[in-house]
């Protein structure tokens, strides 16, 4: 079975420009999140979707971010327009969430370089 | 403001020795998971622990959920090269829904042989 896929792998763009990474999850997964990570520190929380609808989204910046969640399957992250302070690793993880505990699958991580 | 407190922050330990890590709260959490994460990679779950005062055992790793649900440890006997990695505690607040996770700050651990 395929894990989530998360693209690109890498991005380097100027300040000021927009970026969008994309993340698909594993088939069958209702619950789909975007995490930021700094360098050697833990994800933080940007958005969480059960199906396509967005349930928590207070952490994410909606000035410059935004994201949405297609037929509840594939997800896309935009950011427009970048700063430097953006640069980290953009993780998609997803969860077949039934009971009271689930498990969350991660990509790989897309790593954002602003320059 | 990380409601998830992890320490130590760095552990640098040889090849056979005893480490534990600590993940601490103010806040109470409806079950506490942790993963470990390599670089280049994303997280990947090695435990989840639901009930106050839980003990789980993998292999040489120890976990432990403190009976009021605020804290957890991670104990790994005769520590390995292949242990190396990063180490991040998660889960969703009591308050904040079932399936929000929160991670911790983590605990970067290195083995050296």
């Known amino acids: 079975e395929a894990g989530v896929v998360q693209s690109p792998r890498y991005k380097i763009i100027e300040k000021k420009q927009p970026v969008a990474f994309w993340c698909n999850p594993i088939s069958g997964h209702n619950t789909l999140y975007w995490y930021l990570q700094n360098l050697g520190q833990g994800p933080e929380l940007l958005i969480r979707y059960e199906n396509e609808e967005a349930v928590d989204d207070s952490q994410l910046p909606k000035d410059r971010f935004s994201a949405e969640r297609l037929k509840g399957v594939d997800s896309t992250l935009k950011i427009q327009p970048a700063e430097l302070g953006d640069s980290a690793v953009y993780l998609c993880?997803?969860?077949?969430?039934?009971?009271?505990?689930?498990?969350?699958?991660f990509g790989e991580g897309s790593r954002l370089t602003v320059l | 403001t990380q409601l998830l407190e992890q320490s130590p922050q760095f552990l640098s330990i040889q090849e056979g020795e005893n480490l534990t890590v600590y993940c601490n709260s103010s806040?109470?959490?409806?079950?506490l998971q942790w993963y470990r994460q390599e670089p280049g990679e994303g997280p990947v779950l090695l435990v989840t622990v639901v009930t106050g005062g839980e003990v789980k055992k993998l292999k040489r790793l120890t976990f432990q959920f403190g009976d009021a649900r605020k804290d957890s440890s991670l104990h790994i006997t005769a520590a390995q090269p292949g242990d190396t990695g990063l180490y991040l505690c998660?889960?969703?607040?009591?308050?904040?829904?079932?399936?929000?996770?929160?991670f911790g700050t983590g605990t970067r651990l290195k083995v050296l042989a």
């Open positions: 993880a997803s969860s077949l969430t039934f009971g009271t505990v689930g498990e969350l699958f």
């Open positions: 998660a889960g969703p607040p009591s308050t904040s829904g079932t399936y929000k996770y929160i």
């Open positions: 806040s109470v959490f409806s079950s």
